[in-house]
């Protein structure tokens, strides 16, 4: 690495100089040179002493030793650099723009990647991190302007979102689109988009925002879209259809979306738009057409098998192993419900005033609550209780146990049996988004923010990390390592900052541990030696109460 001067001449007969922080490397037997940096317009003081830097990288004790030379503890350099050149390779860079905003949204996802919490933590972060060094972030900032800036997010979400697409498609335009929703409670009533509705995380009496999250063919995130808590999934899917239609000019497209979803109102909305669908039946509608004989229970089996009505084709199977899930899970109620009429009997013997009423509603109680009212019962025999198993019942509830059908309007000649049932499978990547990035490693939740900007443009900012962390995980896969203990290692790699009288710095990177670089080769990711020290000041407005601060 070595700083290179180009001189070039202009029509007014000046002479200008282009500098440049610039290495060299060997690739298919020849020798290349790229451009880490451009310093034409750095301090020639900032210049000088990376100069100083690279001339003593062999042995930096040398520079303690110069006068009016200072090394000291930088920031943390590995996982940041890292970050920044996985997001470039995933289009985020080109996405988001360098300019000040796109800047700031880049650390935004950065900092959701490397520590989640909210916009303040998130300036706490950079104060550790060489974010604006690696960044390129010249104006310093605080969590106000990180608010502003999900502002921004939220109203270029659009083009954002496009700029991807094309330089993620810009050789193929996918022909097929993963689609589900899922719901995100909120802590508070103030959120613009928070109402009451279907609360998938259990939480009762919490207002919640619903979120789509549309996936191409390979399962990376296209688009993102936040709606209010009360909305029903089917209302959700008119939008994506827009959006791969007009949005992102695709053709002959097949979306794919789970039994709840796609529904006859969608089915026409695709059909209008000349798509494809490949979604499953609920079992009461399996029910149906096996009592009108369309389908015959003995279809269903561990090999796909395949059945057509009105140009609809149906993929059915039988999972073995749901199957088999869902007789242990019979047979642990029953055991459980059993347990419980002992206990009750067992107490009703050993206290006489105790009524057979209260034991018999507890019991009965349960058996609601385990659902197993069908084929479960409880009766009275003086002062004890029997369970009663109805095995023609059971035997019934049992009757459709691992057995699914896929429905496609896909002509054969478009997709084979097999293809249809994998289409429909691959939507486990999206419930693999929604996991990681609402509480997993990502951390969607909880929600820091109010206004609906703000909301759509936290939602944005997990999505856009999720990419990262996409490539990352396939990256080291090989290695053992999850993404979080892979980014904490190289967290662990600070620079030091090299500072000569006079102010001018630089940032001196070390060589990395065996265990760091193994993750940056696996990420084909390579280090600079030297970085500018930009000095930018990331200020935070609010303190730390008395009781967190260090004694």
């Not at 509603?361 to 002062?383: D, F, P």
């Not at 070390?510 to 696996?522: D, I, Q, Y």
Request: proline share 3%.
């Amino acid at each position: 690495m070595h700083i290179a001067r180009a001189h070039w001449p202009s029509a007014n007969g000046k002479t200008y100089e282009s500098i440049y922080l610039r290495e060299s490397f060997r690739q298919d037997g020849k020798v290349k040179k790229r451009d880490i940096a451009k310093l034409t317009h750095c301090d020639p003081a900032e210049i000088a002493a990376i100069e100083l830097a690279l001339h003593h990288k062999g042995d930096l004790a040398v520079l303690g030793s110069l006068d009016h030379v200072r090394v000291e503890e930088g920031a943390s350099v590995g996982a940041v650099w890292l970050a920044a050149a996985v997001a470039t390779r995933v289009g985020l860079v080109q996405a988001l723009g360098t300019d000040v905003a796109g800047q700031l949204a880049l650390w935004q996802v950065i900092a959701r990647l490397l520590d989640q919490g909210s916009r303040l933590s998130a300036v706490r972060l950079a104060q550790t991190q060489a974010a604006c060094d690696v960044l390129g972030i010249r104006h310093g900032f605080s969590e106000n302007d990180l608010y502003d800036n999900l502002t921004w997010l939220s109203q270029h979400q659009e083009q954002i979102e496009q700029r991807l697409f094309a330089a993620r498609h810009a050789q193929r335009t996918p022909t097929l689109f993963l689609y589900d929703v899922t719901s995100s409670y909120l802590e508070g009533d103030d959120n613009a988009l928070g109402a009451y509705g279907y609360n998938r995380d259990g939480k009762k009496g919490k207002k919640q925002i619903v979120i789509g999250l549309l996936c191409d063919d390979e399962g990376a995130p296209v688009s993102t879209e936040v709606f209010r808590g009360n909305t029903q999934d089917p209302k959700t899917f008119g939008t994506q259809v827009r959006k791969a239609k007009e949005r992102f000019g695709c053709e002959r497209v097949t979306f794919v979306g789970d039994r709840g979803m796609i529904k006859s109102g969608q089915i026409t909305e695709l059909a209008d738009a000349g798509f494809h669908y490949i979604t499953a039946i609920t079992k009461p509608q399996i029910e149906t057409m096996l009592s009108r004989g369309v389908l015959q229970l003995a279809l269903f089996d561990d090999t796909l098998c395949e059945v057509e009505e009105a140009d609809v084709r149906y993929v059915l199977r039988r999972n073995p192993v749901r199957a088999q899930e869902l007789a242990d899970s019979r047979t642990g109620k029953q055991t459980a419900l059993a347990g419980l009429v002992q206990e009750r009997n067992v107490y009703l013997a050993d206290h006489a005033r105790a009524t057979v009423q209260a034991a018999d509603k507890k019991v009965r109680a349960k058996i609601a609550r385990l659902n197993t009212s069908t084929w479960l019962r409880v009766e009275r025999a003086g002062r004890s209780l029997q369970l009663v198993v109805d095995e023609d019942a059971r035997t019934e509830a049992a009757r459709l146990d691992g057995c699914y059908a896929i429905k496609t309007d896909l002509p054969a000649t478009a997709a084979s049996t097999q293809v249809v049932h994998d289409r429909y499978h691959d939507l486990t990547e999206v419930e693999r988004a929604f996991r990681t990035s609402k509480t997993a490693h990502l951390e969607m939740r909880p929600v820091w923010v109010r206004t609906e900007d703000h909301t759509r443009g936290h939602v944005l900012v997990v999505m856009l990390a999720y990419l990262i962390r996409r490539e990352l995980s396939r990256a080291w896969a090989a290695l053992n390592v999850t993404v979080e203990e892979g980014l904490a290692q190289l967290a662990t790699l600070c620079s030091m900052t090299v500072t000569v009288e006079g102010g001018a710095s630089c940032l001196r990177i070390p060589v990395p541990r065996e265990t760091s670089r193994a993750l940056l080769n696996a990420a084909a990711v390579r280090l600079p030696e030297v970085l500018p020290h930009l000095g930018t000041r990331v200020v935070t407005h609010r303190s730390l109460p008395p009781r967190r601060q260090l004694s």
